[in-house]
Structures are given as structure tokens and as C-alpha cells.
């Protein structure tokens, strides 16, 4: 995929990225933390390789941890929640899909997207597609051991 390209960026525009491959996957997250920390029913997430993404405007990001493990980083500036990583994953990233540019498909493989934590979705919330739905964690999620234990204790 030589020719995979594809930008984004927040909102005020500080923080950019280019993925340079398709994401792995895209999952679409339930859980209450998502719900809060984006304030919206679901959060997207795309798992790419961290070698697949070149960003600048870095000095404009900060963090939050929502775990020992677990981290997002936005932009300082605007707030625009852009990437997430799992510190037991050094190769493996989250990039937000619905910060590229023009609202394009992110190119991830059609059978590489999911809903997850429907466990714990809003109870009024309605879920009308035909993806694969995982009460919790999806196989390919990108969160550890001790992640998986806290989201199925909480």
C-alpha cells in the first residue's frame, strides 16, 4: 500500500497526522469512560502500527491516563481527543477516525470493525447495523490483561 495516504488533525488544527497504511481495525466503544471522557454515546477508535503514522504539532498534545496503563492524548489547545495507547503494546496505537480530514473512510478491512462494551452502552442508545457486537472487549482490542479484569469488574 505504497500509495495509502490519508490526514487529520483537531480541531483547531495544532496537532496533524498522516497515516501512511490502513488502520488494522475500527471499533466502536460502549463503555462509560468513552461515553464521559467524549461525551457522546461512542468513541471511535483505529488500531494502527505506530511505524504507520507520522505526527506533528506534538508539543500541542497533553495526556490523560485513564489507567496505570492506559492513555489518551488530545490537543492542549481545543481539547480534540485524537490518539490513545496501551503502554503493553509499544508497536500498536489508537488514532480517532473521525479526525481525518473530510470525514473519508478510514481503509480499514470490512470485516475489521466491531462495536464493543455493548455491555454497557447508555440503555437508551440503539445499535441498528449489522456489526459484530461484543458485550466487552473485541479479540483484537489493544488493552492488557489487567484493563480487561477492570472493565469486567467495573
Known sequence: MADFFKTG??????????????PLSV????????RKGF???SAQGAVIGRQHIRIT???FLTCYRTSASFEYRFCATCGS????????????MYFMPATLDGGVHPGHPPDGE???????????ERLAD???????ASPDEIV???MRQASEDG
Open 9 to 22: 488533525g483537531c480541531h483547531c488544527g495544532r496537532v496533524r497526522y498522516e497515516i501512511l497504511s490502513a
Open 27 to 34: 471499533q466502536h466503544c460502549h463503555c462509560s469512560q468513552c
Open 39 to 41: 461525551a457522546t454515546l
Open 57 to 59: 504539532g506534538e508539543e
Open 81 to 92: 481527543r485524537i490518539f490513545a495507547y496501551e503502554d503493553s503494546e509499544p508497536n500498536l
Open 114 to 124: 466491531s462495536h464493543i462494551h455493548v455491555g454497557s452502552k447508555a440503555v437508551w
Open 130 to 136: 449489522d456489526l459484530p457486537k461484543f458485550e466487552a
Open 144 to 146: 492488557s490483561d489487567l
